[in-house]
């Protein structure tokens, strides 16, 4: 069985990857039998890039030592400076990624990381507990995540998203310092982790409606545009880069609305169409998508390619992508 959207010689780059990815391109583009994707996916937990992550948590259930920062991490030092970009080695992050890596939860409940976590991670503002969430949007979007994959209480922070909403319907992560419009990247990282609360439990009335405005509030401006000019956010909307982070971009936003309308079973909206054409254009002719960037920061270990190569996570997404859409289109189920 081969890819419709991708040639075969891109199906079999894509194919000869780590288990985190290739499990992915076998069941979203090959469409193999469950048992073909299912087997590779276990191998996350014991090969490659998920093993070696997973070989970083320390006996205190975190990583780095830390919550979101690693707990040698200087705030006054060079790495705190503009430019030097967010450490992505402490717990959040590293829990962010076997997630999105596919890593069975179960592989960290035989390690009791939810309670070692509680009981020794604390949040870098106010020493809030871990499983609590904390002030930031973005950052109570991956606990929330988190949370449901892993079966912690987390209830406590899809209600604080209701009551933090914006008048505008999205969130900004730096409403505890006066902001008061929504960021179209607060606003897709707390969508993120709305949708995984709402596959994992169904969601609420009032969270859903929460979500609902939230989606409207990127649909308004076609995912790219400000409402108020029409003119781009900014100019890295459109540059691409894997791992996507905690950044937005055309491709990560197209991706969240193809998750959700999956979900549910529902069309896309026509208003995400601009943006998904804008990822159909950075196809390269031999059916590639370049990384553009790589986002500062001290990491584990690299996952993806520099800026300027063939990026076999970027391609994945983006064929994806097209293939919701393009399906759509032409009513293929």
């Known amino acids: 069985m081969t890819s419709s959207r991708v040639s075969d010689d891109v199906l079999a780059w894509l194919l000869d990857s780590d288990p985190a990815l290739r499990w992915q391109v076998e069941r979203d583009l090959l469409r193999a039998p469950d048992a073909v994707w299912r087997a590779t996916r276990a191998r996350v937990a014991t090969e490659g890039l998920g093993a070696g992550l ?11 030592g830390g919550a979101y920062f690693p707990a040698s ?13 967010q450490p992505w080695t402490a717990t959040t992050w590293s829990l962010n990624t076997l997630r999105e890596w596919g890593l069975d939860a179960a592989v960290l409940r035989d390690r009791d990381t939810v309670a070692l976590i509680s009981a020794n991670a604390r949040w870098e503002y106010d020493d809030l507990p871990y499983w609590g969430g904390e002030v930031d949007a973005c950052i109570n979007g991956f606990t929330l995540a988190n949370g449901v ?21 999205g969130w900004n992560c730096e409403w505890v310092e006066g902001s008061t419009r929504a960021s179209v990247r607060s606003t897709l990282n707390s969508l993120k982790g709305l949708l995984a609360h709402e596959e994992a439990t169904g969601g609420t009335d009032a969270v859903r409606q929460a979500q609902a405005r939230a989606e409207e509030y990127l649909l308004e401006r076609h995912l790219i545009r400000r409402l108020t000019t029409g003119e781009p956010v900014a100019d ?4 691409l880069a894997y791992p996507f982070r905690s950044f937005y971009d055309v491709l990560s936003a197209t991706d969240y609305f193809r998750a959700a309308a999956e979900l549910r079973g529902t069309p896309p ?4 169409g601009e943006a998904v ?19 500062p920061g001290r990491v584990w270990f690299e996952v993806d390619v520099d800026a300027g ?16 859409w393009d399906d759509a289109a032409h009513g293929s189920c």
């Open 149 to 169: 994959w892993l079966g912690a209480d987390v209830q406590g922070i899809a209600d604080w998203f209701v009551f933090h909403q914006m008048d505008e319907g």
């Open 309 to 324: 190569q063939p990026s076999k996570w970027l391609t994945f997404h983006a064929a994806r992508v097209l293939a919701w």
């Open 269 to 272: 909206d026509a208003r995400v």
């Open 73 to 85: 991490f200087d705030f006054s030092g060079p790495e705190a400076q503009p430019g030097a970009g």
């Open 54 to 64: 997973l070989a970083r948590q320390d006996d205190t259930g975190t990583w780095a």
């Open 277 to 295: 054409e804008l990822v159909r254009a950075q196809r390269q002719p031999d059916g590639t998508w370049l990384q553009a960037r790589r986002h």
């Open 236 to 239: 890295w909307v459109f540059r």
